[in-house]
């Protein structure tokens, strides 16, 4: 079965400074990974994916992630935080197989930026 | 804007009564997902539609229903509401039902179960 394990359900930088988010996978198979970021009373807005081309992928925004496939992670980062990256912050795993593909989400890192 | 509608964007009812949420997929998708999210359970799987046919389920439990009609718009029937039930329930679609393809997702419905 397939999971994922976010460190730290809350994260605080100060505007300009590095944005570290952890996620962790656990898979079986070669997993599918994306991060999705919530700002407050939104739906969910795909930041950057991952499906086994390159292993470090950019997305929008600004934000890159890694698949380290050793450490089993997939840690998303931002060289310089801007306060509108104030968000919450989801890492998921899409279930292998088939015409299936639901995500299996972690629970989430609340990201704050202070002036 | 992601492309992906749902209906309605609140909704406030009692325990032991059935709504009716609507989500329609962005043009050219042909798989729709719905999910729970609350906030001692994170944002949960519930069950997933292709072309019309159910392909993947999850903890949806036996008092929620959905369907895929032929215009490719989903419904997801929440019957004998308890007060857990209360969450934000979306709505995600993707071009197709495999695992790479990204799923785009919906503003939500906010349902209060009083």
Redesign the interface.
């Known amino acids: 079965a397939q999971s994922v394990t976010q460190l730290g359900s809350h994260v605080s930088v100060s505007e300009g400074a590095l944005v570290l988010l952890r996620c962790n996978y656990s898979s079986s198979v070669p997993p599918y990974l994306f991060w999705y970021v919530q700002y407050p009373n939104q739906g969910l807005q795909l930041l950057l994916k991952y499906t086994s081309a390159a292993t470090l992928v950019k997305g929008i925004n600004g934000f890159e992630a890694e698949f380290k496939k050793s450490e089993t992670s997939f840690h998303l980062t931002k060289p310089s935080a801007h306060m509108s990256d104030a968000a919450e912050y989801f890492c998921a795993v899409s279930v292998y197989g088939g015409s299936q593909g639901n995500l299996i989400f972690g629970k989430g890192t609340k990201l704050s930026v202070k002036p | 804007d992601?492309g992906?509608t749902q209906t309605p964007k609140h909704l406030i009812t009692a325990t032991g009564q059935r709504v009716t949420l609507r989500c329609s997929p962005r043009s050219g998708d042909l798989?729709v997902?719905w999910?729970q999210q609350s906030l001692d359970q994170?944002?949960?799987?519930l069950i997933?539609y292709?072309n019309g046919e159910e392909?993947?389920k999850?903890n949806i439990l036996e008092r929620f229903s959905a369907q895929q009609f032929p215009d490719l718009h989903s419904e997801l029937n929440l019957s004998s509401l308890e007060l857990g039930d209360s969450a934000l329930y979306?709505c995600?679609s993707?071009v197709?039902?495999?695992?790479?393809?990204?799923?785009?997702?919906?503003?939500?419905t906010r349902l209060t179960v009083t």
């Open positions: 992601s992906v798989s997902y999910y994170g944002l949960q799987f997933q292709y392909r993947a999850g979306f995600a993707s197709a039902g495999g695992s790479p393809y990204e799923q785009y997702f919906g503003p939500g």
